[in-house]
C-alpha cells in the first residue's frame, strides 16, 4: 500500500497541475468566446454554445482542483472528499461532452457544408463572405464549395495558388471537403485532449480517495491510541 506521504505527495501534485491547467484553459476560452462575440459570421451562433460549455466545465474542473490542492495541503478529510466526490460529477460531464464531441465529429460536414455553400453564393454581394472564404481558401487551399466553377464566370485571386493569376492554377480541392477535414483533425485533439484530461481526473480520484482512507484510518488508530 502507498506511504501516507506519498500519497499526499501525488495527490498534491496532480491538483496543482489541473489547477493550472483550468487557469490556462479558462483563459483560452474566455478569448476564443470573445473572438465568436466580436465576429460577424453567422456560423460563430453554433460554436459559442461549445465554447461557453466549456468554459463552465473548466471552471468547476478550476475550483475544484483548488479545493483538492488545500484538502491535499491540509490533510482536511471534508475538503479531500468533497473534492473527490464534485471531480467524480465533473468526470462524467466530460464524458458526455465527449460522447456528443464523437456524434459532431461525424456530423461536421452536415453543418460546414451548407455555411460554405451559401457564402460562396454571396461572395460578390457581401463583404463578409468575401473576406471569410478569401481566408478559407488562402489558408486551406481550396476553391468554391466543391469546385472553383462554383464561382460561375469570375474566380477569386484566393483561389489561384500562391494567389497567381498570371498562371491560372487553381486550387482543384472544394472547401467543404477541405474544411470537414481541418474541422475534424482539431475536434480530433480536443477530444484526445479531453480524454487526457478525465483519465488525469480518474487517477486524482483514486489518490485523494485513497488518502483520505489512509488519514482517516490514522485518526481512527491516533484516537484509540490515546483511549
Known sequence: MCGYRVLRITASVIN?????????????SVIAE????????????HLHGFVTAALAIYCCMTIVALIGVCGTCYAKTCLIIT???????VI??????????????????????PFIEKSVKDYWNHSGSSILMD?????????GSTLPSNYGNFTPHSC???????????????????????LKRVLTIFLCTGAGFT?????????????????????????AEFE
Open 16 to 28: 496543482s497541475f489541473l489547477l493550472i491547467a483550468g487557469i490556462v484553459l479558462i483563459v483560452l
Open 34 to 45: 470573445n473572438v465568436l462575440l466580436n465576429s460577424a459570421f453567422d456560423f460563430d451562433v
Open 83 to 89: 473534492a473527490t466526490i464534485a471531480l467524480v460529477m
Open 92 to 113: 462524467f460531464t466530460e464524458i458526455l461532452c465527449i460522447i456528443a464531441g464523437c456524434v459532431l465529429h461525424e456530423n461536421v460536414r452536415n453543418w460546414v457544408g
Open 135 to 143: 481566408y478559407i481558401q488562402s489558408n486551406l487551399h481550396c476553391c
Open 160 to 182: 489561384y495558388l500562391d494567389d497567381d493569376i498570371i498562371t491560372g492554377r487553381l486550387h482543384t480541392v472544394g472547401c467543404i471537403d477541405a474544411a470537414t477535414a481541418f
Open 199 to 223: 483519465l488525469l481526473q480518474g487517477v486524482d480520484v483514486m489518490f485523494s480517495y485513497m488518502l483520505y482512507l489512509k488519514i482517516k484510518r490514522n485518526s481512527a488508530f491516533s484516537s
